[in-house]
T-cell receptor, first 112, second 108 residues
Framework: DAGVTQSPTHLIKTRGQHVTLRCSPISGHKSVSWYQQVLGQGPQFIFQYYEKEERGRGNFPDRFSARQFPNYSSELNVNALLLGDSALYLC???????????FGEGSRLTVL | QKEVEQNSGPLSVPEGAIASLNCTYSDRGSQSFFWYRQYSGKSPELIMFIYSNGDKEDGRFTAQLNKASQYVSLLIRDSQPSDSATYLCAVNLDKIIFGKGTRLHILP
């Protein structure tokens, strides 16, 4: 069975641009969570969606938004990119909102 | 503010010895606890989860939970060089929060 898939794997943007990251969960998983991980730190929670509804939001500015589609895939959007947004963006899926997270390989974003 | 604390390390352990990784958390209401392993440049990989006080064993790994002390640990027996990685502790209340991770280095 396919695991969590994310795209793109790497991307380079300039300040002020917009980025969309995509995630497909493990088949049967209805919950998708997004995390940001900078070098030397643990993953920081951005969003959780369950059954297409936002279930939780971390301490990130409104430039960050997300949604979940009827097939449970998800998008993370970041507007007006800043240098500090450079990070590994991880998507994880789970069977339930409180269940074990299974991560994709991540999307590495570099903002110049 | 809900927090998960880990010693960042590096923790150096000789090959074949027991590696002990520790984690404390601030929210007494936390119900589930996870250990993830992350190799450099890779995404986190689930090793174990534990929900009840006590020990849970899976192969060379043992997770230990003490809710009264708000403490969870991971023991790795017969440590191998391939165990060298960052180990992330994660705690779930209404969302899963990760610690900063402990870098483990197994010395051949």
């Amino acid at each position: 069975d396919a695991g969590v898939t994310q795209s793109p794997t790497h991307l380079i943007k300039t300040r002020g641009q917009h980025v969309t990251l995509r995630c497909s969960p493990i088949s049967g998983h209805k919950s998708v969570s997004w995390y940001q991980q900078v070098l030397g730190q643990g993953p920081q929670f951005i969003f959780q969606y369950y059954e297409k509804e936002e279930r939780g939001r971390g301490n990130f500015p409104d430039r960050f938004s997300a949604r979940q589609f009827p097939n449970y895939s998800s998008e993370l959007n970041v507007n007006a990119l800043l240098l500090g947004d450079s990070a590994l963006y991880l998507c994880a899926s789970s069977l339930s909102p409180t269940g074990e997270l299974f991560f994709g390989e991540g999307s590495r974003l570099t903002v110049l | 503010q809900k927090e998960v604390e880990q010693n960042s390390g590096p923790l150096s352990v000789p090959e074949g010895a027991i590696a002990s990784l520790n984690c404390t958390y601030s929210d007494r209401g936390s119900q589930s606890f996870f250990w993830y392993r992350q190799y450099s440049g890779k995404s986190p990989e689930l090793i174990m989860f534990i929900y009840s006080n006590g020990d849970k064993e899976d192969g060379r790994f043992t997770a230990q939970l003490n809710k009264a002390s708000q403490y969870v640990s991971l023991l790795i027996r017969d440590s191998q060089p391939s165990d060298s990685a960052t180990y992330l502790c994660a705690v779930n209340l209404d969302k899963i929060i990760f610690g900063k991770g402990t870098r483990l280095h197994i010395l051949p």
